[in-house]
């Protein structure tokens, strides 16, 4: 399924149904008094996360979304019926945003958290809510209040615990599918991954982490060369990042340095908070580099490069050093705090009681 992380869409919740003035008129019963029902309440528009849609490409093709309108009141004390809400359902991971304002609505940030997102209008009262001692024969109803609506932006930024950076051709995809159970395409050839991916590592039965496999990055990915650099964005919720390096490129005139270099630099252009995160580095395919002068090689470039930080020498297609990776992982995972958490989404006039955790994974 094509993978599509932006959308615009409309919401439209249902106006209430307007009361009704009317009086019981029943033979031998003179002045039956007033018997007008209240109008029904419109349909309210709810997003709900759900961890098996991984695209917002259902939003791209139905973008207007319209709850119907509350029935009026009738007489006899009828009530009129309530319109049924919608529920959109969004990968796991959605920013809602006010169209216009830019404001935050919600962040899906879980499996199944349901919010509202427009409330339906409240139906209006019938004559019967206006007898009183004074006045016996009401003829007053109010109309149903409309319902909201908004415009919409939706931004899907993947949710994982580290995330793969990395030249293209580096061997991030198989890295993930040498850790994880997540299969992405693996071919010898630049751009094979067009999308994210996903994939747990579970280093014990219930110690795991998720991992983000992007598209790679090139040198003037800012610019827009390459794929660019907007799927960099499913990287910024992550809480680490590795630099895969292939240290066996197939032309050999390739300097690794000025590499490394440039696509740390494309990372500080895109976004100062992303260029700031932990990153560790992983130099991949070393089984392709003759074992007596591994270390050898692998030491001058950590040096060239400067790097006081931590780095593993793996390969990802034999599964040498994958170990080591992903147990450190999980332990600097499980040592460090998690991130400030984002800013409260604020719902449009709604009550916090209307958003409910429904089920938190
Ligand atoms: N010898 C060897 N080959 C590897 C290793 N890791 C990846 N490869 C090969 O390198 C090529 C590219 O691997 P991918 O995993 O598709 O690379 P990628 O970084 O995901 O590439 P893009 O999706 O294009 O960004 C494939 O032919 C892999 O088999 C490794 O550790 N050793
Ligand atoms: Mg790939």
């Known amino acids: 399924m094509k993978f599509i992380d932006e959308a615009i869409i409309q919401v439209f919740a249902g106006k209430g149904g307007d009361g009704v003035a009317s009086f019981r008129r029943e033979k031998y019963i003179p002045r039956g008094g007033p018997n007008g029902g209240d109008g029904g309440r419109g349909g309210s528009i709810y997003a709900i996360a759900d961890r098996n849609i991984n695209t917002l490409i ?15 009141g009738q007489g006899s004390d009828r009530y009129g019926k309530s319109a049924d809400d919608i529920v959109l359902r969004m990968p796991v ?39 009183s001692s004074t006045n016996r024969a009401p003829r007053q109803f109010t109309y149903g209040e409309p319902g909201q609506e908004l415009e919409l932006k939706l931004e899907l930024k993947v949710l994982a615990d580290v995330g793969l950076l990395g030249m293209p051709n580096a061997g991030k995809s198989t890295l993930i599918r040498a850790v994880s159970a997540a299969r992405p395409k693996v071919a010898d050839y630049p751009f094979t991954t067009l999308q994210p991916n996903l994939g747990v590592v579970r280093v014990d039965y219930n110690r795991s982490f998720v991992m983000a496999d ?17 799927f960099l964005k499913h990287l910024t919720r992550t809480r680490l990042l590795l630099h895969v390096v292939d240290m066996s490129p197939l032309n050999e005139e390739t300097d690794l340095v000025h590499e490394a270099r ?12 992303l260029y700031q995160k932990p990153r560790w580095l992983v130099l991949n395919k070393t089984d392709m580099i003759p074992a007596e002068r591994r270390d050898q090689l692998c030491q001058e470039f950590l040096q060239k490069l400067d790097w006081q930080d931590k780095y593993f020498i793996i390969s990802a297609l034999t599964g040498e050093g994958c170990q080591l990776l992903t147990y450190t992982i999980m332990d600097y995972l499980e040592h460090h705090l998690l991130p400030e958490p984002e800013p409260e989404p604020k719902n449009p006039g709604n009550s916090d009681s209307d958003n409910e955790l429904l089920n938190s994974c």
């Open 262 to 273: 440039a696509l740390v630099e494309e990372l500080r252009k895109y976004d100062q908070s």
């Open 214 to 230: 992007i598209p790679g990055l090139i040198e003037g990915a800012a610019e827009g060369v390459g794929l660019g650099h907007r």
């Open 93 to 131: 991971g959605t920013l809602i945003k006010d169209g216009i304002t830019g404001e935050i609505v919600a962040d899906l940030v879980h499996d199944q958290q349901k919010v509202l997102l427009a409330k339906g209008g409240n139906g209006g009262l019938g004559n019967l809510h206006f007898k």
């Open 58 to 72: 259902d939003y791209r093709y139905a973008r207007m979304h319209r709850a119907k309108n509350g029935q009026n």
